[in-house]
Each structure stands twice: as C-alpha cells, then as structure tokens.
C-alpha cells in the first residue's frame, strides 16, 4: 500500500459548496438559521468532526444533531475560515490541522466531505489514527486508491469504515429492497435510473476538473450503481457508456475562461448479475440469465429535476423516487399494492438524518452494530468504483463493453 504523507496542508482543491440554504433565498436562510438558534445542540451523543465546509456544514450539521450527534469538530485548510464557520455553527473545536485533529481521542467519527481527490488520503490517515470514519461518495478516484483505502481498513478491521450512500436507510430504499427480494413483482427483467439534475454553471470549480473526480458519474452515477447493488444484492459485471461535456468552459474566479474536463451527461448501460455472496433470490430469473440495466444522468439544461429508479419485473413493478423519497409498488394491472408517501430531499434530509441515528446507535452508549446493516462497506465503494473506472474507460472506446469486476478493467 502507498503510504500518504502526513502534511495535510500541502494538498490543494477546492473545498465543496452546496449551498442548500441559499437555493432557497435569503429569506429562507435566516429563517433556517433563527430556528437553528432556538435549542441548544446536543453534547451527549457521539462526537462527529466534519471534514469539509459545504455538504458537511450545510447538511451533515443540523440533520446530525437531530439524530443527537454532538458535533465537535470542523476542519476547513484555513484556520480563520474554520473558526468563523464554528462559532455561526455552535461549534466548539476548529482545525486547519488535520493531524492535530486526529489526534484528539474524543473524537468518535471523523466525517469527510471533500472534493473526489482528497478522499484516500484523508480517509487512510483516519483509519490509521484510529478513528471510525464516514467518507463521501464517491469513494475515491480509481480503483487502485479504493483497495489501499481496504487494505488500511483491513489492517484496523474494528473500526467503522463505511461510504456515505444515505440513500440506504431510507423508507423508500428498505421497503424496495423488503419487494425485491420478496418477489413482490416476480422476476426483474430491466432497471431504468434517470437523473435529470439541473444546476447552476456558476464558475469553474473542482467539480469541472476530472483530475479531481469531477463530473456527474462519480457523484450521480455512484449513487445509481449503489442503489443497483444493494436492492438487487448484485454486481455489477459489464459497462458500456457514453460520457460526454456539454458545457465546454467556465470562468474562473479572474473571469477568464478554464476547459471543463469532467463529464456532465452521461448514458449507460449496464449488466448486472447475481452476487455470489448472498443466497439467488426471485428477483433472478434463471441461474445463468442477468439483469440489463440503463441509467441517463445530467447536470445540464433546463428539465425539471427528477430521479427515478424503476426496477420492472415479470408481475409488477417497484418505483423508487429519489427527488422526493417516495415509493410506488404496482401488481401485473398496473395497481398500487403499496407506496411511501415522499417528504423531501432524501439525500439532505431523511436519508442522512437516518444515518445520524444509525452511527449514533452503533457507535454510542447501545453499541448496536445491526444498525450499520444497510451501510455501504469500504468494499462496496470498490466494487462501485470498479464499475465507474469501467464506464469510463468504455466511453473512450466509443461504448465498447469492458468488464468490471477489477481495476485491470480486461475486455470482454
């Protein structure tokens, strides 16, 4: 395994911003933050450092602390922008040191947030302090940083190492899962993902660099090949895809234009098989027969927002809506035999509130580790990265399939 310096400060990238309260206006924003003001956040329950000022301070913050984690801890590389998102936070502790940070036995999760590029170091210099930690999708950006970051995990296999795919413990995930291996629609005969996710161009960011894991296959596509994964228990075997870069520059901070390097649509196609670990449920029809699978993402242009998976089988079919969270089921006549009402942006909210709760159980006082079962594993972050490193490396042979079960990524 290569071994990461331990001189954090000298890594350059763009720290992530989301901002989800601004994309509800000022308004919203101050109203968000006067309701943050009227209790006090908890101090009992784990204590959480988040490494990261966008999603981390943003979402993780105020939808943590309503599961009743404590958070401890911010890290940002610039100590005065650290302390001054701490103190409007309620934060106590702010570094711009992540070895000092580690070092800081009361931390129980060290939750990291940052840009695609960063991800190995950081999540292997946790591991090797001896903290549990919570590291963003995707997990990093090839296959070849995915199994050190296992080999660190598998040096230290007590401590929780898990990838922050929130949408798994969400109501609509579980059920469709509950569906799907029940045989509620018989056997799956294809799956269709599509992510129509416009946002903003604003200007050039990590996020436009591929150098960086930009692009809208590791951040959307990670998601689609998870949730491929862990409601079919399946691998995924073959990828054929077309990235493409729509929008071709963006300005930078001096207004001059940068060359986007990341993809922004992409179109694929997938086979999925049966993972040899988990007992053949009905969801397959025939022992040597797999499942075709299509997704469409895109970040660009002007529809409106929409994430469906649908997964259509032999008697029925399971609708997972990932914009709102809800859940449709349907018999062979196209009725609704069961549904899940969505509430809202599972990523922000349910999903990562549910998560909260479960490392809180898991990692506080109860110790229940059951509660982590839904989680994404480091392994499931290599086995999605294989799948991502295999698209594409299929798109630069115009679509060609190229097999993914490991980072050789050996034609077929």
Same mark, same amino acid.
């Given at each position: 395994?290569?071994?990461?310096?331990?001189?954090?400060?000298?890594?350059?990238?763009?720290?992530?911003?989301?901002?989800?309260?601004?994309?509800?206006?000022?308004? $919203?924003?101050?109203?968000?933050?006067? =309701?943050?003001?009227?209790?006090?956040?908890?101090?009992?329950?784990?204590?959480?450092?988040? %490494?990261?000022?966008?999603?981390?301070?943003?979402?993780?913050?105020?939808?943590?602390?309503?599961?009743?984690?404590? %958070?401890?801890?911010?890290?940002?590389?610039?100590?005065?922008?650290?302390?001054?998102?701490?103190?409007?936070?309620?934060?106590?502790?702010?570094?711009?040191?992540?070895?000092?940070? #580690?070092?800081?036995?009361?931390?129980?999760?060290?939750? %990291?947030?940052?840009?695609?590029?960063?991800?190995? &170091?950081?999540?292997?210099?946790?591991?090797?302090?001896? &903290? +549990?930690?919570?590291?963003?999708?995707?997990? =990093?950006?090839?296959?070849?940083?995915?199994?050190?970051?296992?080999?660190?995990?598998?040096?230290?296999?007590?401590?929780?190492?898990?990838?922050?795919?929130?949408?798994?413990?969400?109501?609509?995930?579980?059920?469709?899962?509950?569906?799907?291996?029940?045989?509620?629609?018989?056997?799956? #005969?294809?799956?269709?993902?599509?992510?129509?996710?416009?946002?903003?161009?604003?200007?050039?960011?990590?996020?436009?660099?591929?150098?960086?894991? $930009?692009?809208?296959?590791?951040?959307?596509?990670?998601?689609?090949?998870?949730?491929?994964?862990?409601?079919?228990?399946?691998?995924?075997?073959?990828?054929?895809?077309?990235?493409?870069?729509?929008?071709?520059?963006?300005?930078?901070?001096? $207004?001059?234009?940068?060359?986007?390097?990341?993809?922004?649509?992409? =179109?694929?196609?997938?086979?999925?098989?049966?993972?040899?670990?988990?007992?053949?449920?009905?969801?397959?029809?025939?022992?040597?027969?797999?499942?075709?699978?299509?997704?469409?993402?895109?970040?660009?242009?002007?529809?409106?927002?929409?994430?469906?998976?649908?997964?259509?089988?032999?008697?029925?079919?399971?609708?997972?809506? +990932?914009?709102?969270?809800?859940?449709?089921?349907?018999?062979?006549?196209?009725?609704? %035999?069961?549904?899940?009402?969505?509430?809202?942006?599972?990523?922000?909210?349910?999903?990562? &509130?549910?998560?909260?709760?479960?490392?809180?159980?898991?990692?506080?006082?109860?110790?229940?580790?059951?509660? #982590?079962?839904?989680?994404?594993?480091?392994?499931?972050?290599?086995?999605?990265?294989?799948?991502?490193?295999?698209?594409?490396?299929?798109?630069?042979?115009?679509?060609?399939?190229?097999?993914?079960?490991?980072?050789?990524?050996?034609?077929?």
């Amino acid at each position: 395994m290569r071994t990461y310096a331990s001189d954090f400060k000298s890594r350059h990238g763009a720290i992530l911003s989301v901002g989800a309260a601004a994309c509800a206006g000022l308004a $919203g924003l101050l109203l968000w933050k006067a =309701c943050r003001k009227l209790k006090a956040p908890s101090t009992k329950g784990i204590k959480v450092a988040i %490494i990261g000022t966008g999603w981390g301070v943003n979402v993780q913050v105020p939808q943590f602390r309503a599961a009743g984690l404590h %958070i401890f801890a911010i890290f940002s590389r610039d100590q005065k922008r650290a302390s001054q998102i701490a103190a409007e936070n309620r934060i106590t502790h702010a570094f711009s040191d992540y070895s000092s940070l #580690l070092s800081v036995d009361e931390v129980d999760l060290v939750s %990291i947030v940052t840009p695609v590029h960063l991800h190995a &170091r950081q999540t292997i210099e946790a591991i090797m302090a001896g &903290r +549990n930690v919570l590291v963003d999708k995707p997990l =990093c950006l090839n296959g070849d940083e995915a199994e050190q970051m296992l080999e660190a995990h598998q040096q230290r296999p007590n401590q929780v190492v898990i990838v922050d795919h929130e949408l798994r413990f969400t109501p609509a995930f579980l059920r469709a899962r509950q569906h799907l291996r029940e045989g509620t629609i018989g056997a799956v #005969l294809v799956v269709e993902a599509n992510v129509l996710f416009p946002v903003r161009t604003g200007k050039f960011t990590w996020w436009a660099d591929a150098s960086k894991g $930009g692009g809208v296959l590791g951040a959307m596509g990670s998601h689609v090949f998870d949730a491929f994964r862990f409601l079919l228990d399946a691998e995924i075997e073959e990828v054929s895809a077309n990235l493409r870069t729509l929008v071709e520059d963006l300005p930078d901070e001096d $207004g001059r234009p940068v060359k986007v390097t990341s993809d922004d649509y992409a =179109c694929l196609q997938l086979k999925l098989v049966p993972r040899a670990s988990v007992q053949r449920g009905p969801a397959w029809a025939s022992e040597d027969g797999h499942i075709s699978a299509h997704a469409t993402l895109t970040t660009r242009g002007k529809a409106r927002m929409d994430n469906h998976l649908i997964f259509s089988g032999t008697k029925g079919a399971v609708i997972v809506n +990932n914009s709102t969270g809800g859940l449709t089921v349907t018999n062979e006549l196209g009725k609704v %035999i069961d549904s899940i009402k969505g509430t809202g942006n599972p990523f922000a909210t349910t999903g990562t &509130r549910a998560l909260g709760a479960a490392l809180q159980r898991a990692l506080g006082p109860e110790k229940d580790m059951s509660a #982590l079962e839904p989680a994404a594993r480091v392994e499931d972050g290599l086995y999605v990265q294989y799948a991502i490193d295999a698209a594409k490396a299929s798109s630069r042979e115009d679509g060609k399939w190229i097999r993914a079960w490991n980072n050789n990524l050996e034609d077929c």
